[in-house]
């Protein structure tokens, strides 16, 4: 007999792990609409220097304010397109507990629970979906706005701590690269971003067993007990 044989079935159709969503919710609702925000803020205030301004001298400002305004107005629009398909995801985020709510005779009726059923298994895969969609949105956004940080300190004049701020914006890039594209070599990928597979076997027995008391405070009693 297989694995698959031996699995039972679920009830209801859950994220993996069950609070990725929650990320996804604080990804588009709260630093994308900040980054986003920046971005335009900058744009703004680099339109007005002398090497995008006629009317003030060349000198005034970075020397490649073109290519960061580039970069920034695509960083921000794509923070603004993860909001709204995080936003969009948002709407099909629902819980079973919230099916079961709104349908309470699916505590009663066999069709109305697979009804139910199949809704939350639905709802599931099209946040999951939209989800994608802003996670890929939001880290290529990041890129842009790494780099247009980049550019903006390029100095006409360089001094050692505009080395640093513009090594440091462009070590961020090159990693924010590497983390969402490469991922190479494996290892040290799961090393810096470590998921279930990585730390089961060390975590696994460290769980204690649950004694009959624990196992009856949590788990509803067999119908022969």
């Given at each position: ?6 699995k ?12 990725k969503?929650?990320?996804v919710?604080?990804?588009?609702g709260v630093?994308?609409p ?11 205030v680099?339109?007005?220097t002398?090497?995008l ?10 020397p ?14 794509s923070?603004?397109?993860t909001?709204e ?31 139910a059923r199949?809704a939350q ?10 989800a994608?969609r ?8 990041l890129m842009?706005f790494l780099?247009?940080l980049?550019?903006i300190?390029?100095?006409?004049r ?12 462009f ?13 190479w070599?494996r ?5 810096i ?9 060390r975590?696994?027995?460290t769980v ?5 008391v624990?196992r009856?405070?949590?788990?509803r ?5």
């Open positions: 007999m297989s694995r698959h044989d031996l039972k079935p679920q009830v209801w159709k859950h994220h993996d792990p069950v609070g969503f929650a990320m919710q604080g990804m588009g630093v994308a900040l980054l986003a925000g920046f971005s335009l803020a900058t744009i703004a680099l339109v007005t002398g090497w301004n006629a009317s003030k001298p060349s000198s005034d400002g970075p490649h304010a073109d290519l960061a305004v580039a970069a920034l107005a695509v960083a921000a629009t923070f603004l397109l909001m398909f995080t936003f969009i995801a948002s709407r099909y985020a629902t819980t079973p507990a919230e099916r079961m709510d709104w349908t309470p005779e699916a505590a009663l009726d066999r069709d109305v629970l697979q009804a199949v298994a639905m709802d599931r895969v099209l946040a999951d979906s939209f994608y802003a996670r890929w949105l939001y880290n290529g956004g842009f780099a247009g980049g550019v300190a390029v100095p006409q360089w001094t050692p701590p505009l080395v640093v701020a513009v090594s440091v914006a070590l961020a890039l090159i990693f924010e690269v590497w983390a969402v594209l490469l991922k070599p290892r040290w990928h799961a090393a971003f470590p998921a279930y597979r990585q730390v089961r076997a975590i696994s027995p204690d067993a649950l004694d009959e624990s009856r405070s949590v788990m009693p067999e119908p022969d007990e």
